[in-house]
């Protein structure tokens, strides 16, 4: 019989959190973070994660998972999981210099939000129509790599729609 010490608490299968489901916050082809075309994503300097090439037309960006809006700005939020892990969706590359223009905020800083809720409605063409590119990085914030697992749509680069398992992180 083996004996537990202080050092085992936390680490039993039994008192371990169920991973946390990500989901896909916009509709669109699903790809790697090495796709991006942004160094800062691409090489996972604010995280791990992947991202989604979006669907073409006017889109409304939803809420990852359930929590609290810890930031946002029409480009890009963070919500905070109740377990204090972040997700941030960043809204195409280069896109805070529009200061707005393209993105209509549906939902405010401090909101408590269930995973689904709008967040922002995302016009991709006019994102287009700027020479920016539309791709939405979805980054697990504070996290390491190894704790984050890719759905096999990221894989083989499956279309997803908004509200689709994305990826998971182990908590």
Do not use: C, W
């Not at 700005?73 to 109740?82: E, G, K, M, N």
């Not at 990085?137 to 908004?162: D, F, H, M, R, Y």
């Amino acid at each position: 019989m083996r004996h537990s010490s202080a050092a085992d608490v936390g680490s039993s299968p039994a008192l371990a959190h169920s991973p946390l489901v990500v989901l896909a916050p916009v509709p669109g082809r699903a790809v790697g973070l090495e796709h991006v075309p942004d160094p800062t994503f691409a090489q996972a300097i604010v995280g791990p994660g992947a991202a989604i090439d979006p669907s073409h037309g006017i889109i409304d960006a939803i809420a990852p998972i359930s929590g609290k809006l810890l930031k946002v700005f029409p480009h890009a939020y963070v919500i905070l999981s109740p377990e204090g892990v972040g997700i941030l969706v960043h809204l195409g590359i280069d896109t805070v210099e529009l200061h707005g223009e393209g993105f209509t905020l549906r939902a405010k800083q401090g909101d408590q939000v269930s995973a689904g809720d709008v967040i922002v409605t995302y016009d991709v063409p006019a994102i287009q129509a700027s020479g920016r590119s539309p791709i939405v990085p979805v980054i697990v914030l504070e996290q390491k790599a190894g704790n984050i697992t890719l759905t096999e749509a990221v894989a083989s680069g499956a279309l997803l729609a908004a509200g689709d398992a994305f990826l998971t992180v182990a908590r």
